[in-house]
């Protein structure tokens, strides 16, 4: 289990929001690539970057400044996603050393691109499923589906993907701890190891995601953590020490 150090970016800088929303945005850095090395020296095993511009758009919108950020990390590992609705995009961050392209509203609207994908680039595609109330948002959570994720996770289950990223999309960036409950009924229903996103705050947040699963670890890959780490409230070194204790 690994805790994952988030960083969004719109026009190039690395921002947060709260519950997705690009008017609610909070600047904590004009130089994304200095962030990453920041993480990357402070050990984390694995980088997460969503471009949010990219997300709202449907294509990419920071594709450069990313392939600067993922040379910067080196051996760790980097996975992306916000616009990835093609395999020309997928082949592209894969050319540039991502380690798995985060797929979302492409593969809720058409799941044969999702499958296409993951046969094309096995254990290196995640399924990214952010919900409202247990129902599937899309389009950088602008659109709010009736689909039921856990649904969506057990059909991802027949697929290679290295994984589910789950968000409850209204305590991202909240700062109100993680939906547990939610993210251990998607993981063990369907099956798929699942990476929890969305109010991770602080080490009781981690304590408690880590007794949660402690009947299933092989299911939890780890968290993604954000707004947490930039405002101090969580310390990564010591997240990653009780994730490992």
Request: net charge negative; no cysteine.
């Given at each position: 289990m690994i805790l994952i150090p988030a960083i969004d970016l719109k026009e190039g800088k690395c921002v947060r929001l709260r519950q997705g929303r690009m008017a609610d945005t909070t600047v904590f850095s004009d130089d994304p690539v200095n962030m990453a090395a920041h993480w990357r020296d402070l050990g984390c095993r694995r980088l997460h970057i969503v471009d949010l511009d990219g997300a709202f758009a449907g294509v990419p919108r920071n594709a450069?400044?990313?392939?600067?950020?993922?040379?910067?990390?080196?051996d760790v590992p980097v996975q992306v996603g916000g616009g990835i609705r093609s395999h020309e995009v997928i082949q592209g961050y894969v050319e540039a050393g991502v380690s798995a392209a985060i797929i979302g509203t492409r593969a809720i609207e058409d799941p044969g691109f999702l499958a296409e994908a993951a046969e094309r680039y096995?254990?290196?595609i995640i399924f990214g499923l952010d919900a409202r109330d247990g129902k599937v948002a899309t389009e950088g959570w602008d659109k709010t589906s009736t689909l039921d994720a856990v649904d969506l996770a057990r059909?991802?289950?027949?697929?290679?993907?290295?994984?589910?990223?789950y968000t409850d999309i209204d305590r991202d960036g909240m700062m109100s701890g993680l939906n547990i409950p939610a993210t251990l009924r998607l993981a063990v229903e369907s099956g798929v190891p699942v990476i929890a996103s969305g109010g991770v705050t602080t080490l009781e947040d981690l304590s408690k995601l880590k007794e949660a699963f402690v009947d299933r670890p092989d299911l939890l890959m780890g968290a993604i953590t954000g707004r947490a780490i930039y405002e101090g409230t969580l310390d990564l070194q010591a997240g990653q020490a009780l994730l490992d204790a």
């Open positions: 450069e400044l990313i392939r600067d950020m993922v040379a910067q990390m080196g096995p254990e290196q059909e991802a289950q027949k697929l290679p993907i290295a994984g589910i990223v």
